[in-house]
Structure formats: C-alpha cells, structure tokens
C-alpha cells in the first residue's frame, strides 16, 4: 500500500506525516495551531503541500482533531479548539488538495496506530487509552476503530467513577479523566507537596512547578512518597479500567500518554491495583496491559493509515 498523509490537529500544535504502511514515518513538518477554520485550512493545506512536494502521498490524507468528529468528518464541536463548531474541515482541504481528505477524532486514530502498527500488535480487540492532559481512548476491533451511530463512541475519559469526584474539565463532576489523567497526577504531587510531604518530589522539581514527571524522578529513586502516591494514582487508572474491560472485554490494553513513561513504576501498581477490581479475575483469560509505542505520533500516523484505508 502507498504511503499516506496523516496530520494530527491538536489545541496548539499541528504535526503532518507521511507515513508508510507499515506505520514508519518518512517525511514530517510541525507547525504552531492558528485559530479560526479559514486559518486552520490555510496552515493544513500549505504544510500538506509542502510535503507532498517532498513524499507523494497518492492517498489523501487524513486528518486527526481533538473534538467531536461525525461520521461524515464533520468536526461538530471542540473544546481545544473554539473556532470549530460544525466545521467540514475535510472537505475544504479536499478542495484546496485535490485529493481525498478522512477526518477522524484524534483518539480513535491513535487507538488505531497503536492496535494495528504499536502496542496492540498480535491482539484482535485492542482497547488503546491515551493519559495526557486529559483521558482519550479508542477501541479497535479486527483492524477497525469502533465509530458508534454518531462518530463519538469511547469517551472514555468521561465516565462517572466517582459522583462526589474532582470536577472535570468537561464541566461534569467525577469523571475518570479527572482523577486519573497526566494532569491529575500533577495536581496530586502538589496536593502532597503542599501538605508538607513528599520532599522529595519536591526537590526532583527543583523550584519548578511540581509535574506528574517529578513523581516518577523520585519513585525512581526509591522516594516512599512517591511510590506511594504512585500506587494511588495506579488505583484510580485501574477503577476506570477495570470497569471498561468489564464492559467491553477486549484482549489488551494499551496505555499511552505522558504517564506511560513511568513504566514499571506505573504497571507494577496498576497490574494489582487492576486485578483487584475486575470482575471474576481469577476464571478469565488475562487481559493484557502493554504500553503504547508510537509516543506522540500515534494520532499522526493512524491519520495515515485512515488515508489509505478502503472506503
Ligand atoms: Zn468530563
């Protein structure tokens, strides 16, 4: 299969790859997100042309946004990015390309990469989470990401695990990606640090503001504070997973995001913390954890593969 053109739309920055089939990017540009959707296309068309110039990518393109993405790859709404309600944004580079142009919400096309060319390579029904700044996911089945009757299905950041919970970014109260995102991790380590504990998670920060990656500095030192921090943290990935598997049953799981670069800091906890709250744990067949391994390029990439996948 030729290579395609995949670009991952975040809140501040746009990156464009060519990837090959086999998920290898060969060619990539980044630039900084404009604001508005006739800037937007701008900047989308001009990085696409630039490196079609330079890696043709006789596919299309795909393109991953975080928002909510129909079924027709309509962009309907996007908190990260405001000036896009109700915006054919595939559309109007298809026009300006020439070429056909896939939108997908940027979840479920890491989810896809990440199943099909990463971590969940050799599992048939891969459920891929991303623990960023916020909790997105994807469920890809026999190669194919599962859309629901809209386009919006698996937000699974946002599901009720705990009603008198943080709130969450969404405005809702509880939510899992509030307690156990990249960011809620953050949040956790300066609770502690404020509270006069965990000296030494402070000092890993070194007068910087205390980050999720301060907490993995010091577990890795041996800190008590923050292994045990660590295994709360793990205990409130596990709830939310543990209920998602109980629902969806799939084979594996794959966990990216910032806070995958813990590793076994983070696994150790979670694999304990995560068959202690699944369902019927000892008479099921294991459900793997692995980590993700296409790091921020995921959405990139699996926009790729959208590309050139068949219509
Ligand atoms: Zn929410």
Redesign the pocket.
Known sequence: VSPGLGIDVGGTKILAVVADDAGRIVAERRVPTPTGFAPLVDALAQIASELMLEEPAPQGAGIGIAGMVDLAGTVVYSPNLPGLRDAAIGEALAARLGVPVRVDNDANLAALAEATRGGGVGYEQVLAITFGT?VGGGLVVGGEVMRGAHGFFGEV??FVVDRDGPM?????RG????IASGTALGAMARTLVSSGRGAGIAAAAGGDEVAGEHVGVAAAAGDRDALELLERYAANVAVGLASLCNILDPDAVVIGGGVADLGELLMEPLRVAFDAELEGVDHRPDIALRFAALGGQATAIGAAILAGAPR
């Open positions: 916020g950041g946002h969450c970014a969404c405005g809702h939510h899992w990606e509030a």
